[in-house]
């Protein structure tokens, strides 16, 4: 199923703990790496490499504030795995009505 | 359609889940039929499938295409309430493989679509629920080695990014 792939470097960006915590700092408001750091038992080189990776998955972004880098999280990365999981359920909703259409024929 | 579109997608347990379901004005024994008889399973699934039994165990292939057969396997049997087929339809995979695809089932990395069927006054509710989309690649395998279950961590995502979808 070709709807799967697109969901192996997100399920591997959100499957470590750090990132998890990571995402979840973030969710309560942005922040940079140092600030990241202060929260979170992590390292800030840690963390720096931590954000690349969830960046490059669409998971969060970052801009530039003053001298910082400060980091945002995202929700549209995981609207999309659910927007492909719906198509997944709408093949079924297809299938289903062929079955009905069978069996109601048989 | 019938169908409970406004079920919608359910998010559950270790993994991404797809549930539908569909009434259906027939007699349980002939939507039986349409789900367990291969020259039946074609008209909505495949272009062929072929089960070498109808048993728990039974072994096939479901073909979409000249090139593309996958392995299937009657994984429970309840006739004529409940059947499920695990089946390793991975596309990803398939593709590092250089598009071949597996002969047999890889139990760890597959999908299961269990059917239901409830009798109605005037016919039978069938449900479909798809299972194990967490679990056709290693990464995504890997991460049920994590301590935080799905659960927790949609409930989170909710929770948190719920407002910037």
């Not at chain 2, 990803?92 to 059917?115: C, K, N, W, Y």
């Not at chain 2, 990464?139 to 409930?155: A, E, L, T």
Request: glycine fraction near 8%; charged fraction near 25%; hydrophobic fraction near 45%.
């Amino acid at each position: 199923m070709s709807v799967v792939a697109p969901f192996v470097p997100l399920f591997a960006a959100l499957g470590d703990d750090t990132r998890w915590s990571i995402l979840t700092a973030l969710g309560e408001g942005d922040a940079s790496a140092s600030a990241l750091a202060r929260r979170l038992p992590v390292t800030r080189q840690a963390i720096a490499k931590h954000l690349a990776f969830l960046e490059e998955v669409g998971l969060v972004d970052s801009r530039q504030v003053g001298r910082e880098l400060t980091y945002r999280a995202l929700g549209s990365r995981l609207s999309e795995a659910a927007r492909q999981l719906e198509a997944i359920g709408a093949e079924w909703d297809r299938r289903l009505s062929i079955i009905k259409e069978i069996a109601e024929s048989l | 359609m019938d169908s409970d579109a406004e079920q919608g997608t359910v998010i559950d347990e270790d993994a991404y889940t797809v549930r539908r379901s569909i009434h259906i004005a027939a007699p349980i024994e002939k939507v039986w039929a349409a789900l367990t008889q291969p020259e039946l399973i074609s008209k909505w699934f495949t272009q062929s499938a072929v089960l070498d039994g109808d048993g728990v165990g039974a072994t096939g292939f479901f073909t979409f295409s000249p090139t593309n057969s996958i392995p299937v396997r009657i994984e429970e049997i309840d006739k004529p309430h409940m059947i499920a087929y695990r089946w390793s339809n991975d596309d990803a995979a398939a593709e590092q493989a250089g598009g071949r695809r597996p002969a047999t089932i890889d139990d760890e990395h597959s999908l299961v679509m269990r059917f239901t069927l409830e009798p109605t006054a005037d016919g039978v509710r069938l449900s479909l629920v798809e299972t194990g989309f967490a679990t056709t690649l290693d990464p995504m395998y890997n991460m049920k080695s994590h301590v935080r279950g799905w659960n927790q961590m949609f409930d989170q995502l909710g929770t948190y990014f719920g407002a910037l979808a």
